[in-house]
């Protein structure tokens, strides 16, 4: 399986990279080509990702390294939505480039890919907790693309307006994925456990993400603050995110937890 992964992931890498260095150029024909190469690499992965879900005879969910898939996957396809949305190359650039940062990490580093799956992950709710969750990411990484970009604009004096605009209409989306992912989350501890929640370190972190962006979109509301405060909050935002995601791994409190089965 994994030589398999080696030739799909090839595929999409190349397409990707090619892709990112077209979008350099404006001209329609070029623009139709670097489209057809970020397809290719998207429709590479998914064939991959359905290959190895047969090969395993379970969700390839597991693992970081199967989560990297699935985020190269769902990065590259709402990049391209994104771009295609406001037309704002970056917004593809930035999905193809983490989209291969994560695909080399699995070339150069695969997980090993065990086929047993432990009771707790066998549920009904584990497929679509983890992948609204990685959806969630996905958006919210985008609006912290934003954020850096506003401030940037800020600093050389350039209305913010419409980036802060996309960004807020992206964190909408992102937090109701994550909302989602919370309530699948809980429903999937009760079965699993008994309870709906046990305040564990990944949980706690997870809490603490989306509490975050709630206090955003309060503020945003109120709309009673500089531009520039808004989108130093969305930036340092997507930090507690990336902590809740794998940061929290690296933690000593992290060993306890009974999500350690996702290291």
């Known amino acids: 399986m994994w030589k398999v992964f080696e030739l799909y992931a ?10 990112m260095v077209l979008l350099a150029f404006r001209t329609p024909i070029v623009a139709r080509i ?23 005879d379970r969700p390839p969910l597991r693992t970081l390294g199967e989560t990297r898939l699935w985020y190269s996957l769902f990065i590259s396809c709402i990049g ?30 695969p997980d090993i890919h065990d086929k047993a799956l432990m009771p707790a ?7 679509p907790h983890v992948i609204v969750y990685i959806v969630s990411y996905a958006f919210l990484g985008f609006s912290c693309l934003l ?18 605009g996309i960004a807020e209409n992206i964190i909408y989306i992102g ?51 500089s531009p520039r405060y808004y989108l130093w909050f969305i930036t340092l935002s997507f930090t507690v ?13 992290a060993q306890m937890s009974v999500h350690v089965y996702s290291n």
């Open 175 to 225: 937090f109701g994925f994550l909302t989602l992912g919370l309530l699948f989350g809980a429903l999937w501890a009760k079965e699993a456990w008994g309870h709906y929640w046990t305040w564990d370190p990944k949980e706690t972190w997870a809490l603490l993400t989306w509490g975050v962006y709630i206090v955003y979109m309060h503020m945003s509301l109120q709309n009673r603050k």
């Open 34 to 56: 670097s489209d057809a190469l970020v397809l290719l690499g998207i429709i590479s992965l998914s064939f991959f990702i359905v290959k190895l879900w047969i090969y395993l």
């Open 121 to 127: 992950l066998q549920s009904v709710w584990f497929v």
């Open 80 to 109: 391209y939505v994104l771009y295609k949305r406001w037309n704002y190359r970056l917004f593809l650039a930035y999905a193809l480039l983490m989209a291969l940062v994560f695909m080399i990490i699995n070339y150069a580093k």
């Open 147 to 164: 954020g850096i970009i506003g401030l940037y604009q800020v600093h050389k004096r350039i209305d913010t307006k419409q980036v802060l």
């Open 241 to 253: 995110l990336l902590i809740a995601w794998f940061g929290i791994n690296y933690l000593p409190a």
């Open 10 to 19: 090839l595929i999409s890498i190349v397409s990707w990279g090619i892709a």
